[in-house]
């Protein structure tokens, strides 16, 4: 019943920035936490952020100081602003909701990031 659409992503410069959007189906307030993940290729997938209803924000320290996680909640829209990319960053990144009580996840289609040198 749930789905989370993303758009945004493509080939960015190192040193750009770009954005992500992931859209739920329903209000992101019935999710105990929402997040994005990455996968680069022959690397696992790996935590990007997360972020909580009252705010709590996490990073990974690969990202810190240059991603920021946030939302806009008439849209039920989670968003990730990505500043002075590296090729590093490069990956395939999904959005991620978390329900309350027992988890259970959904995940967007996801999106490539490509950030060429």
């Known amino acids: 019943q749930v789905r989370l659409v993303e758009s945004g992503g493509g080939l960015v410069q190192a040193g750009g920035s770009t954005t992500l959007s992931c859209a739920a189906s329903?209000?992101?307030?019935?999710?105990?936490?929402l997040g994005w993940y990455r996968q680069a290729p022959g690397k696992q997938r790996e935590l990007v952020a997360t972020l909580t209803p009252d705010d709590t924000r996490n990073y990974a320290d690969s990202v810190k100081g240059r991603f920021t996680i946030s939302r806009d909640n008439a849209k039920n829209t989670v968003l990730l602003q990505m500043n002075s990319l590296e090729p590093e960053d490069t990956a395939v990144y999904y959005c991620?909701?978390?329900?309350?009580?027992?988890?259970?996840?959904?995940w967007g289609q996801g999106t490539q990031v490509t950030v060429s040198s």
């Open positions: 329903e209000s992101i307030f019935a999710f105990n936490i």
């Open positions: 991620n909701a978390r329900t309350m009580g027992t988890p259970y996840d959904y």
